[in-house]
């Protein structure tokens, strides 16, 4: 019997240090718990995810005790409401939906305003819409009648091209037949003759375009814009949209310069986060620049000098700690 007792001791005691181990393993050096943070991006077709993806990399390396995942989402509307719900921590979204999100209007209208803080401006998304040469589809007026993807559901490409189309003055139930498919959706669907156009919101190149075109026997056309950029300024401000020009040559088979509507990206992270983490967050961001870039080339429109007249809503208290001590005021 005492023997018995004597191996219970020595087995209670065994495992009371295995689980004390265990605790100190999770906690790390520092002695604090490993924290998880999510980042929305969006589709894998797309540049929020090679940027999303590199970016968690970066902060999860440059962090203490922190474990940064990149999810796949249905991209700006989708990551914003995912904040919302206390789902992500950091998120990725245009400015045009971010405007919306916090002003509880659109598609936020029945969820409320998103309590989302600006971390960065990053670079400028340029609104594709792709076609094939010889469809007869010249301007977002000739859409009317035709098989049209509009993006991914929750997406800011389905924002801005019902804005477009509205503009244009096609009616979004009965004016075209519209897929709600996503950057790669939307190129295979337009590869087998499915659809007869689709739009993108992205930045430049973007990789399932610059696969499209690459397909054999088939030539893409990219459809300018700029006639209705007065209609968009008027109706939702000048802040928001802005001239944008796709280059000759970004995708195979183009030349000429394409006019079209440009929007800010905007880096958000949770009014939840402690200044002391966003600003951490907003340091590793910067710091590695060259990494990022090397994940997409858009990543080298990143800048210091953004102010806050170019985001459309607050930056953290953490990025403005950043910021002002590197002189921005």
Same mark, same amino acid.
Request: aromatic share 6%; glycine share 12%; hydrophobic share 40%.
């Given at each position: 019997?005492?023997?018995? %007792? $004597?191996? $219970?001791?020595?087995?209670? +005691? ?7 181990? !265990? ?19 969006g ?11 590199a970016?968690?990399? !970066? ?5 203490? /005790?922190?474990? @940064?995942?990149?999810e ?6 989708? /990551? ?5 719900? *206390? ?8 400015a ?5 999100? #916090? ?11 998103? &309590?989302?803080?600006?971390?960065a401006?990053? =670079? ?5 819409? @792709? ?7 010249? +301007? ?13 559901p ?11 189309l509205?503009?244009?003055?096609? &009616? ?11 950057a ?8 087998? *003759? ?18 499209? %075109?690459?397909?054999?026997g ?15 300024q008027?109706? =939702? ?9 796709l280059?000759?040559? $970004? =995708?195979? *088979?183009?030349?000429?310069p @394409?006019? @079209?509507?440009?929007?800010? /990206?905007?880096? !958000? ?6 200044p ?6 907003? %340091? ?6 060259? &990494?990022? $870039? ?16 170019t985001?459309?809503? #607050? ?6 700690? =950043?910021?002002? %001590?590197?002189?921005?005021?």
């Amino acid at each position: 019997m005492r023997r018995r %007792a $004597t191996l $219970t001791k020595r087995l209670t +005691r065994f495992v009371i240090m295995l689980g004390l181990s !265990v605790v100190a393993i999770a906690c790390g050096q520092s002695g604090s718990q490993v924290q998880f943070l999510s980042i929305a991006t969006g589709g894998t077709g797309g540049v929020y995810y090679p940027y999303g993806g590199a970016l968690a990399r !970066v902060l999860t390396a440059k962090l203490p /005790n922190t474990q @940064v995942t990149a999810e796949v989402t249905g991209a700006s509307v989708d /990551n914003l409401k995912l904040m919302q719900q *206390g789902r992500a921590d950091l998120a990725f979204t245009l400015a045009d939906t971010l405007h919306e999100a #916090a002003a509880g209007t659109g598609p936020f209208a029945a969820s409320g305003p998103v &309590d989302a803080r600006t971390v960065a401006v990053l =670079y400028t998304n340029y609104t594709h819409l @792709v076609t094939r040469q010889g469809s007869g589809i010249s +301007r977002v007026a000739d859409l009317k009648g035709r098989v049209v993807s509009t993006g991914a559901p929750g997406s800011g490409t389905e924002l801005i091209a019902d804005r477009l189309l509205q503009a244009a003055g096609i &009616d979004l139930r009965q004016g075209i037949t519209r897929h709600a498919l996503g950057a790669s959706e939307s190129a295979g669907a337009l590869k087998d *003759g499915k659809v007869d156009a689709f739009f993108w919101s992205g930045g430049l190149p973007t990789s399932a375009i610059q696969d499209l %075109a690459a397909s054999a026997g088939l030539t893409i056309a990219l459809v300018p814009q700029d006639d209705l950029l007065p209609a968009l300024q008027a109706k =939702y401000g000048g802040e928001l949209y802005r001239a944008g020009s796709l280059p000759g040559g $970004t =995708y195979r *088979g183009t030349v000429d310069p @394409v006019s @079209v509507i440009g929007v800010s /990206n905007v880096l !958000v992270a949770s009014s939840r986060l402690s200044p002391e983490l966003v600003e951490a967050i907003t %340091a590793a961001l910067f710091d590695a620049k060259a &990494d990022l $870039t090397a994940a997409h080339p858009e990543a080298r429109h990143l800048e210091r000098a953004t102010g806050p007249d170019t985001a459309p809503v #607050a930056f953290h208290e953490g990025a403005l700690r =950043y910021y002002q %001590a590197r002189g921005w005021r």
